[in-house]
């Protein structure tokens, strides 16, 4: 693979992630964490209402998907 070829080598590989995100302070998020987010085709996130915040500061577009104790039997199978 030729060396100038960056973006494939920085391209996140197809797979599960998590991603630690900030509680207060929305700045507190590292810069490979809101990448992650941005190639993200879906993130799944305990409160959407949070989430959205959150990626909306950071203009990322990815589907968010609610996710907790309550309806993970019924979402596991997407």
Do not use: W
């Amino acid at each position: 693979m030729p060396l100038n070829n960056k973006s494939d080598n920085n391209k996140i590989k197809r797979g599960l992630y998590i991603v630690s995100t900030p509680i207060g302070n929305l700045t507190d998020i590292s810069q490979r964490a809101i990448k992650t987010l941005d190639e993200s085709d879906y993130i799944l996130c305990e409160d959407t209402r949070v989430s959205r915040n959150l990626l909306k500061k950071f203009k990322i577009n990815s589907k968010l998907i609610s996710y907790h104790k309550f309806n993970e039997k019924k979402n596991c199978q997407k």
